[in-house]
């Protein structure tokens, strides 16, 4: 099973890897490889609500899904939107970035690492959105309970994850004028471009937010129809054509799912640029990581095992939520890219050891009663 789904994912990763010691030795290598790690940490909990919705489709547009979805997510939103990220921040054409990339690094690197203060604040602000709007979330099962109890009894004034974000583009923006008054420097008008720049991030978040609520409200508008015209059908005695209704709310799921995949592959693709500005290995590693993310939800569909692991979408997005700090941290400072890389990936793994011992205290207590007893899930 483990073989027939991740096969190509596989194959897949040994390409990318040769291909990254080829273009830039060892080196290279690590690079691509803490980027497929970053991708798949961030991208999980899209792969979890992905399964949860894609079970509920049939198998046409399962395959749908799992072929034009993987077209749209890998090569569109992982390969050709880091490029068109460049060009806009550097004011120049995909295919010049593209050149350039290939035949000029240097001059590359250069107009990179002069939009970089643009780049981190439009990301920045992305990704500390989903991060705050998920801890100031009340859930049933908490993974850090000390801090998400009190956390949830705050995110019910309304708009504060906007307000508080709002406050930490004001802070950085301020922090970089000051260093480029600081320096003698030409651009004091940087911070108004970080500023800028920060609050497209949170406008595009709200947008792509929007854009997946009202999918969200058409598939349940959707399954109320269903369910209405299949109890009608029933009294009246008539045939329900299954296709057609299966069609019909296939469609709107298959919608919704690319809203939000776009918008879970937008945070792996953002947070890429903390770790590099080369765009060959951020398309090798983010590549990689995507076609794991798609096994992924394919493997959790066929096992139906989603709720094994608890924790680990908390885990992915306190991840998610180091890099927005990072991000709005490297307008000013250079971060070492091991330890952006390293912070998300000890998150994953303390949120999956978390899920192991709850899921062994939990059979411990089944096995202690008989299998009576309900045991607490929150810590």
Not at 43 to 61: E, R, T, Y
Not at 145 to 156: D, H, I, N, S, T
Not at 306 to 322: Q, S
Not at 341 to 347: D, E, P, R, Y
Request: with cysteine; hydrophobic share 55%.
């Amino acid at each position: 099973m483990v073989l027939k789904t991740f096969g190509w994912s596989f194959a897949i990763t040994a390409l990318g890897l040769v291909a990254a010691v080829l273009y830039g030795g060892w080196e290279a290598f690590g690079i691509v490889a803490i980027l497929c790690v970053l991708e798949i940490s961030l991208s999980f909990d899209n792969a979890v609500v992905n399964a949860g919705i894609l079970k509920k489709m049939n198998a046409f547009w399962q395959k749908i899904f799992l072929t034009i979805g993987v077209l749209i997510a890998v090569f569109g939103m992982r390969l050709v939107f880091p490029v068109v990220i460049v060009a806009i921040s550097a004011k120049i054409g995909p295919i010049e970035a593209v050149d350039l990339a290939l035949n000029d690094a240097e001059r590359y690197e250069q107009l990179v690492t002069d939009a970089h203060p643009s780049i981190a604040a439009f990301g920045g602000m992305f990704l500390l959105m989903i991060f705050l709007d998920f801890i100031f979330e009340d859930r049933d099962i908490k993974w850090l309970g000390w801090l998400e109890r009190p956390l949830a009894k705050l995110g019910k004034i309304d708009m504060l994850s906007v307000c508080i974000a709002l406050i930490v583009l004001a802070v950085s923006a301020m922090t970089f004028a000051t260093q480029a008054h600081q320096h003698g420097g030409t651009h004091i008008d940087a911070a108004s471009t970080v500023l800028l720049s920060g609050v497209f991030g949170l406008i595009t978040y709200l947008v792509v937010g929007g854009l997946s609520s009202f999918f969200e409200n058409k598939l349940e508008e959707e399954e109320e129809r269903e369910h209405e015209a299949e109890e009608e059908a029933k009294r009246s005695g008539k045939k329900v054509t299954a296709i057609q209704l299966a069609g019909k709310a296939a469609f709107f799921m298959f919608l919704y799912l690319e809203v939000l995949d776009a918008s879970f592959s937008f945070d792996g693709v953002i947070g890429a640029f903390a770790i590099t500005n080369d765009i060959v290995l951020m398309a090798l590693g983010l590549g990689v990581g995507a076609m794991y993310v798609r096994s992924l939800t394919v493997y959790l569909v066929r096992q139906g095992t989603l709720d094994d692991y608890v924790y680990l979408e908390h885990g992915a997005h306190y991840a998610i939520g180091a890099l927005a700090v990072i991000l709005m941290i490297s307008i000013r400072f250079q971060i070492p890219e091991i330890v952006t890389g390293g912070i998300g990936v000890a998150l994953i793994a303390w949120s999956f050891w978390s899920s192991v011992r709850r899921n062994k205290a939990l059979a411990a207590a089944e096995g202690g009663s008989g299998g009576k007893t309900e045991v607490s899930a929150g810590v």
